[in-house]
């Protein structure tokens, strides 16, 4: 059985399994933040098991990266997965701020209905979107 070391989130309590022998555990030696949306807590080494924990199973890359650019299964962002996302649910919030014309807004997520959310950032083309999210309150 392979040991894992296990990281929590100190604010919404979501637990992450890297395993013991991944060669990019250095990057997670300095505090990261949670990638759970919208929570943005602190990750804290928690302890180095081989017990079968209820944790979302990430490698040390994946978990360094997440806060950015979301998990693995959060930036599946194509047309079609957008579509499936987007069409048919009701929008009820939107992250956006003033843009430096006072007749333009930047818009950097959208929230649906159905608790997922897009984050956009900024192509030449138009938006782009970054990665979707689920609102998670660290049940699982």
Known sequence: MTTSNIYCCLT???LYAVPSDDPDLRLLEKPALCPNYPCRGELSPLAETNADIRAVKVTALELFQAHQLGLV???RCGPED???NLVGWKIISIDM??????NKSILRSITLE???TVH???STFGAVALKVTENNDGGR
């Open 12 to 14: 919404c309590r979501v």
């Open 73 to 75: 299964s959060e930036r």
């Open 82 to 84: 957008l579509q499936k």
């Open 97 to 102: 701020a003033q843009a430096s014309d006072p």
């Open 114 to 116: 159905n608790g997922k």
């Open 120 to 122: 956009l950032g900024p």
